[in-house]
């Protein structure tokens, strides 16, 4: 869960610190206070898009920070990108005024794309326009999906779709370009004759380049390696005779001063070194031998080797590795080709698609069921007595999505058939039933804190009442925030803040506090009242909180 927010020169708050408890929770103000300003510093942290136009006047950045109780969810996932998975997760966006954003995840750096999906652990966020983008046709598959968990299901689908459709596409070029396919296989066919001629080895290119640098310079080799035999190892006066010299001479002191072992250890491995190199020496030298023969060979073969690399313009340690490439694009090509192993192909990808397309129906129209059960259950709640929802499944052209036509239908009143959500439902009615579908689909949800942000707009009386009930009761299996101008839902809320906006120094800031008792009773007075608060309206607000 969300355990507190800090915000810092972001849009009109200069600063604030917010501890939030369990349950559910309220944020109300006046109109223009800021109150979703909380809602959008917190998407900020879950790796929404941020500019510079989020800054204070004034300020050169803007920082905002959020502390989670680490979800044991998100353990994995934290543990697989190397960050620490500790109890507590600090999550924190930095903004300056060139619009270029930092994020950290206890303390280390991640991209935004990191903190979205770190984000899909911890919060859902119902903004206040949800109702509207009910009306989308993919947003009410998405809903029903999400109501019915059928997150695997959706991704086995789009893996066979994409599947099937990548070789029906292959089937189509193979189809349409007949001829241009066989010219790249007769220029695919030269070119991959010419590399078998030249059957080049991994590595060749390297190897026959030291042997011919060794062979075109053996005279040097052999003429260098015997002189520096001979200052080794030849006379009186070698480096050889004179270490073992200096060892046994050392030798006769160490009687005498024990303080020059090191001289001595140092002396004795450099002269065991020299017996080594003259040993390897002797043996290079015995088996050196001018080759011109074969020098001749490693000529020939790097000449060919590199007329082939300039033919295709690479670089002949290049040529292997093209070899194999070429390879590839003729297997390729070959497949592409054969268009009736690619019908048959195509015909088994389609098998499969039908098969996960045909399971993930069967599942949408389970969940479209019992979706349909709760929400006209609780329209009869919401001042929609008699009206029935339901979610209609029918069957459609196959998609990436599976081959179901998602469609809400509603009717308002008892006696009036069901008709699309779009072309009956009035504003008021529209809010309250994506209320209710999002209080229903948060039921469901693997995340610890929701987040309503003003979804109880057009919505008032009793109905206001019902809503404020509904969130409590989600608050006892969520932590529950919700952005409310209604003081039937304040009411009901246990923890309670009110955000509100004062001029200072020709500047607007907002504040936001946490309210005790008293401060609930006058806040929700406020609501019920306006501007002029009456003893009335204060005993109906102490009267509210009561309840």
């Not at 950290?104 to 109702?131: C, F, K, M, P, W």
């Not at 008699?386 to 069957?395: C, L, P, R």
């Not at 206001?464 to 009901?492: I, S």
Request: hydrophobic share 45%; proline share 2%.
């Amino acid at each position: 869960m969300l355990r507190a927010l800090h915000i810092r020169d972001f849009v009109i708050v200069a600063e604030a610190d917010i501890s939030f408890e369990k349950g559910f929770t309220v944020f109300s103000g006046e109109t223009g206070a800021g109150k979703s300003i909380l809602i959008d510093a917190l998407a900020l942290t879950l790796g929404g898009r941020a500019d510079s136009s989020v800054l204070r006047t004034g300020a050169t950045r803007a920082e905002i920070s959020a502390v989670f109780d680490t979800p044991e969810t998100l353990t994995t996932w934290l543990t697989e990108h190397d960050l620490h998975a500790e109890d507590e997760l600090i999550l924190r966006r930095v903004i300056d005024s060139q619009g270029k954003s930092r994020a950290y995840v206890n303390g280390s750096a991640v991209t935004a794309t990191q903190l979205r999906q770190i984000g899909e652990y911890l919060i859902d966020i119902h903004g206040q326009h949800a109702h509207q983008s009910l009306l989308r046709p993919e947003n009410q598959r998405d809903l029903l999906d999400a109501h019915g968990n059928h997150h695997a299901l959706r991704q086995s689908v789009n893996a066979a779709w994409k599947a099937w459709r990548s070789v029906e596409r292959q089937i189509t070029l193979s189809e349409q370009d007949a001829s241009a396919l066989a010219a790249e296989r007769d220029k695919l066919d030269w070119q991959l004759a010419e590399l078998d001629r030249l059957a080049i080895q991994a590595g060749e290119w390297d190897e026959i380049s030291a042997e011919h640098t060794r062979l075109a310079n053996g005279q040097s080799l052999l003429d260098g390696a015997a002189l520096t035999l001979a200052t080794l190892d030849d006379d009186e006066a070698s480096i050889h005779r004179g270490l073992s010299t200096a060892v046994h001479r050392i030798s006769q002191l160490l009687k005498h001063d024990p303080s020059l072992q090191t001289v001595h250890d140092a002396l004795d491995s450099a002269c065991i070194a020299v017996n080594e190199a003259i040993s390897d020496l002797n043996a290079y030298l015995s088996h050196a031998e001018l080759d011109p023969e074969r020098l001749a060979i490693a000529e020939d073969r790097m000449r060919v080797i590199f007329d082939m690399a300039r033919k295709f313009k690479i670089e002949p340690d290049q040529l292997f590795d093209f070899h194999e490439k070429l390879r590839n694009q003729r297997e390729a090509l070959q497949a592409c080709a054969d268009i009736e192993t690619l019908k048959i192909q195509a015909k088994a990808l389609q098998a499969t698609y039908l098969s996960a397309a045909q399971l993930l129906s069967q599942a949408r129209q389970s969940a479209a069921i019992e979706l349909s059960g709760l929400v006209s259950q609780a329209m009869q709640t919401l001042a929609m007595q008699g009206g029935v929802f339901q979610a209609s499944v029918t069957e459609s052209a196959p998609t990436a999505h599976g081959q179901d036509l998602i469609e809400f239908l509603v009717a308002g009143h008892a006696g009036t058939p069901v008709r699309p959500l779009a072309k009956v439902a009035s504003g008021g009615e529209l809010a309250r039933i994506s209320l209710a579908l999002s209080v229903i689909a948060s039921r469901a949800a693997r995340v610890p804190t929701l987040i309503f942000d003003e979804v109880d707009s057009g919505i008032g009386g009793a109905v206001a009442e019902v809503v404020g009930n509904l969130l409590r009761e989600l608050g006892e299996r969520h932590q529950v925030l919700c952005v409310t101008h209604l003081p039937q839902v304040a009411a009901r809320g246990q923890q309670h803040f009110q955000v509100s906006k004062k001029m200072h120094a020709q500047t607007t800031a907002s504040y936001i506090t946490e309210l005790d008792e008293q401060g609930r009773i006058e806040e929700i007075a406020r609501m019920l009242g306006g501007v002029k608060i009456t003893s009335t309206t204060m005993q109906h607000a102490q009267e509210m909180l009561q309840d």
